[in-house]
């Protein structure tokens, strides 16, 4: 019955760095996003799965952005060669289908502060 | 782009006033519109729902409307609460789900 989680709360990087941020959606749940929001902005969307296919993933920023859900449940983000600008909070979200009206589930977040 | 803006981007009233927060976008296709609740260091929650057929959607003492037409939606929250402080953000839905949110407001309800 828990919603969705996600790991690290909170992780620091050296500008250059790999990181992997983690999402646990919610069991059963369909559809899974990726959000990333900077301080004091809205939620800005990355990218979108419905079970294991990586359906829209127009919101990456940069070809050092990859997401994956290979089994349909669990999805990582990856950053490859962290900059600056990566730091945000990233938002995960889940929904039970693929339909437009269905709520989405957020997670609380990953802080990624890139120095 | 579709675009959503909120305003005022902060707010501060004294406990027990009734408050509107507005939304507005430039979309008038529509799917749905969400509003949601933020506090510091957690994720989003959910408020309320309006589909596009709809006009209105209400939740204890909050009330949203959607006016597709004008592009606009209010939030009113009645008798606010200092638990009612945090950010509240709108989004709509374009294309398959994903969601298109405004920058938020900050509500500070002062005791």
């Known amino acids: 019955g828990a919603g969705v989680s996600q790991s690290p709360r909170y992780k620091v990087a050296k500008r250059g760095q790999d990181v992997a941020l983690r999402c646990d959606p919610i069991?059963?749940?369909?559809?899974l996003f990726w959000y990333q929001q900077a301080l004091g902005q809205g939620p800005e969307f990355l990218t979108y799965f419905q079970n294991e296919a990586q359906l829209d993933k127009s919101g990456l920023p940069s070809d050092r952005f990859f997401a994956e859900r290979p089994e349909g449940s669990v999805s990582t983000l990856k950053i490859q060669r962290t900059q600056q600008e990566d730091s945000a909070v990233y938002l995960c979200?889940?929904?039970?289908?693929?339909?437009?009206?269905?709520?989405?589930?957020f997670g609380p977040g990953t802080r990624l502060t890139v120095l | 782009k579709q675009e959503v803006t909120q305003i005022p981007a902060a707010l501060s009233v004294p406990e027990g006033e009734n408050l509107v927060l507005n939304c507005s976008f430039t979309d008038s296709a529509i799917y749905n519109l969400q509003w949601f609740r933020q506090d510091p260091g957690k994720g989003l929650t959910s408020l309320l729902l309006?589909?596009?057929?709809?006009r209105e959607q209400t939740s204890g003492r909050l009330n949203a409307s959607l006016d597709k037409s004008s592009g606009r939606s209010t939030l009113y929250i009645a008798a606010s609460q200092p638990g009612d402080s945090a950010t509240y953000l709108c989004a709509h839905v374009q294309g398959a789900q994903k969601l298109v949110f405004g920058q938020g407001t900050r509500l500070t309800i002062n005791p």
């Open positions: 979200a889940s929904s039970f289908s693929s339909g437009t009206t269905d709520t989405q589930y």
């Open positions: 309006i589909q596009s057929s709809q």
């Open positions: 069991s059963g749940h369909v559809s």
